[in-house]
């Protein structure tokens, strides 16, 4: 490997150090909606430059969870709660039929990588990591959707969920909660084992639903 090539990986390291950085103080509600925040000034903060934070901000604005005020750094983006019930209904239109759909479809070979994948959700809610929890939440969810064969379905969905940010799930991570909710991927798993479409329909509407209340802001 070459000096620049090194160089390259190094700044590509730190920028995904800075993002990961930035999206854990957002999901857990240290950086909040409507304020102005600096390159400058969360470089300082993570001991970093501001180069590399201004290359996290840009990957943050990708995914919707902040807007970038010119010449001046970044905002968290604000969700009403309009939004969230407007997501949640598409959501539960579009996420229950489809798993009812797929679940006699998928291999009995894949079940052990669903439930791998629902067992690393619980890891991040063991060990409190909220950045891992909702990377792994997504992964699982969009793998259910995969076996629908409908790209634009993971796209959209993929798309949603990009647009909320889970701003209960440090509460219920405070009060020792949040590990029950991750167990629930592990009973998704159990009933698409089973192949019971109306039982594991039912479960991920419900699923869905209860998320709704923790994507909403802590009441006061």
Known sequence: MSIDQFTQVEKVSLREKVSRALRAAIIAGE????????????????????????EAMQDLARENLISIVPNKGFRVTEVAEKDLD???????????????????????????HLRALAEKI????????LVEYT??????????????????LNDLVSDLRDHTRLFGLASLAQKGEL??????????????????????????????????????????
């Open 86 to 112: 407007d997501i949640t209904r598409i959501r539960l239109l579009l996420e229950p039929p489809v798993v009812r759909e797929v679940t006699p479809l998928i291999p009995e070979s894949d079940i052990p």
């Open 122 to 129: 619980v890891e991040g809610a063991e060990s409190g990591d």
């Open 31 to 54: 950086m909040e909606p409507g304020v102005v925040y600096s390159a400058p000034t969360l470089g300082a903060r993570f001991g970093v430059s501001a180069t590399p934070v201004r």
């Open 135 to 152: 990377a792994a939440d997504q992964i699982f969810h969009l793998t259910l959707l995969g076996y629908a064969d409908n790209p634009r």
């Open 179 to 220: 590990v029950d909710v991750a167990r629930e991927h592990l009973t998704i798993v159990d009933l698409l084992e089973s192949r019971d479409q109306d039982a594991v329909e039912h479960f991920m509407r419900d699923h869905i639903q209860q998320a709704r209340g923790r994507w909403a802001k802590p009441q006061e």
